[in-house]
């Protein structure tokens, strides 16, 4: 008699498990294509075209880049950390307000800022005007700071990106342990020098997470500083291929750019290399907050409701007003059908990207080892990585594959192909997975982390393989993860502009790039429309979550 050894205990065959590593190291690897081509052109030699970037306009690019950032990290440090502190730790007049309030410039894009603020104070806008008629100046009598330069851009920047640091701020502020804050103030300092000297060191890390996604979203932005006139890498690397018609030189500058945005990381991991960070105590306790009285009060209701103001209620109040002007022609058929694109693509987007959030996190839940663990944080690596990057890498590899097919058979069957992937939906949509599974991968593994392990043994005891045990444990447990996760990618591929702008299909349009067209035109007004409906639905997140934020964590009013 012969012993089956793939029949002992520990050592029985998982087919389910097996298939389902191959598929997420397959997802992995392809989702990695674009980023892996763009370093691949790093050596691919592009004549004189790099010779003529690197010495008229590439200094231009590194150093708009690197100002932008620092106008940005300066402008999200004071809203996003002042707010969060003084929403955590202090009592005055509309504190609950502000608490979710201050995330509504969340659901504006850059580029949509940019454009109202545009509209609002240039010379023929409604700001300037007003001036004019009030002094009876003319054009020349007076100063007044243009919109359009680089520290315009950075201030439109900053209203919408300080909601990252404000978020992830305010959470490490409500999570800090009260004892330590007790011992400071038994020790006699006051609450500045306890923000200062043992709450903010207590911070730094969620800070300077906060601080690194609003700068990745800085490089990546491309609306905004276009429409501005400000030459950096994403406006660069538009004119390189577009322009100057070289695509090696415009992957090479992608790679510059996506070198700035690895930088941001390793910074971001180098800060905390070092530091811990723990918690003295584990007593739940409710924050004692601070009261502010009249001076201090008022001071604080200004602070908190500038960022509101500016970030959210006048570009928006704008965006309402030219829609009123043009309702009868901005709500024609063309907007529908532009709506439709949008809506049919972000839902298609949004659900292909859950679904593989779902391979992807459960296959890392099944074998948990670090070759699939490894897999699964390739796959996500590209919401760092620019929309214009990401449409770079995409293109590339996807002409070669057209040209090589339409090459093979019109050598042997005298047929022409034309374009099968590149110039197609199906290239816009991998650029839309490739740039947002991470938001639905990291809303998935979150859902799933809630679910014990235990249960999994439990359902494997009653027979069911890994896939039912998926389809009838997991998945209905995870209703409100996977919705949230559709929402989520839904409302970012319908924000999504460089991307849609370098791959859509010839006659196609978004009410992203509808909006863009526009106000390129200097047609703001007609803008509004698509522009309030992108607004609109970004609203959408920002109330999930401050819903979320608030049943997070009870504390007094």
Request: glycine residues 8%.
């Amino acid at each position: 008699m012969t012993l089956d050894r793939s029949a002992r205990p520990g050592r029985r065959r998982r087919p389910f498990a097996d298939a389902l590593s191959v598929s997420v190291l397959g997802v992995a690897l392809i989702l990695a294509l674009p980023v892996l081509v763009v370093g691949g052109f790093v050596v691919v030699p592009t004549g004189e075209v790099w010779s003529h970037l690197a010495a008229t306009v590439l200094p231009d690019y590194i150093r708009n880049s690197l100002l932008l950032m620092l106008g940005v990290a300066v402008g999200t440090l004071i809203g996003g950390v002042g707010t969060a502190w003084l929403t955590s730790m202090c009592r005055f007049p509309g504190r609950g307000f502000f608490e979710w309030a201050l995330l509504l410039p969340m659901a504006m894009p850059a580029y949509i800022i940019a454009y109202t603020y545009t509209g609002m104070l240039d010379y023929a806008g409604p700001v300037q005007t007003l001036i004019r008629d009030l002094t009876g100046w003319g054009y020349g009598d007076y100063w007044f700071q243009q919109v359009r330069s680089l520290p315009g851009a950075a201030l439109m920047l900053s209203l919408v990106l300080y909601p990252y640091v404000y978020l992830l701020t305010r959470a490490a502020f409500l999570s800090q342990s009260l004892c330590v804050l007790d011992v400071s103030r038994t020790l006699g300092n006051g609450p500045w020098r306890t923000f200062f000297d043992v709450a903010l060191p207590l911070a730094r890390p969620a800070i300077v997470a906060g601080l690194s996604l609003a700068l990745m979203e800085t490089l990546a932005d491309y609306g905004t500083v276009q429409y501005f006139g400000v030459p950096t890498f994403t406006t660069g690397i538009f004119r390189t291929w577009f322009g100057l018609g070289s695509p090696a030189a415009a992957a090479q500058l992608s790679a510059m750019l996506l070198a700035f945005v690895f930088a941001l990381i390793l910074l971001e991991r180098f800060s905390r290399r070092d530091a811990r960070y723990h918690h003295t105590s584990q007593r739940e306790q409710a924050i004692r907050r601070i009261p502010l009285r009249e001076r201090g009060a008022a001071l604080a209701v200004a602070f908190c409701a500038l960022p509101v103001l500016f970030g959210f209620l006048l570009p928006a109040g704008q965006l309402a007003v030219w829609s009123v002007t043009v309702v009868e022609k901005g709500f024609s058929t063309e907007f529908v059908r532009l709506a439709a694109n949008s809506l049919l693509l972000a839902a298609a987007a949004a659900v292909l990207a859950l679904l593989l959030a779902l391979l992807l996190a459960y296959g890392r839940r099944l074998r948990p080892d670090e070759v699939i663990g490894g897999a699964v944080r390739v796959a996500g690596m590209g919401y760092a990585v620019p929309g214009t990057v990401i449409a770079v890498g995409v293109m590339l590899p996807f002409a070669w594959l057209d040209n090589g097919i339409d090459a093979l058979l019109r050598a042997t069957l005298g047929v022409s192909t034309g374009l099968l992937l590149s110039g197609t939906l199906f290239a816009l949509l991998f650029a839309y997975l490739v740039r947002f599974l991470a938001v639905s991968l990291q809303t998935v593994e979150t859902g799933l982390g809630k679910v014990k392990p235990s249960m999994d043994e439990a359902a494997r005891s009653m027979g069911l393989s890994g896939g039912a045990i998926l389809r009838r444990v997991h998945i209905p447990m995870l209703r409100g993860s996977l919705l949230t996760a559709l929402l989520l990618v839904f409302v970012d591929v319908l924000k999504e502009l460089p991307a849609t702008l370098i791959l859509r299909p010839f006659d196609f349009n978004t009410l992203a790039v509808r909006a863009y067209e526009l106000a390129s035109d200097e047609r703001l007004a007609d803008s509004g429309p698509a522009a309030l409906t992108i607004v609109a639905a970004g609203l959408l997140p920002v109330i999930l979550l401050s819903r979320s934020i608030t049943r997070s964590r009870h504390a007094d009013p």
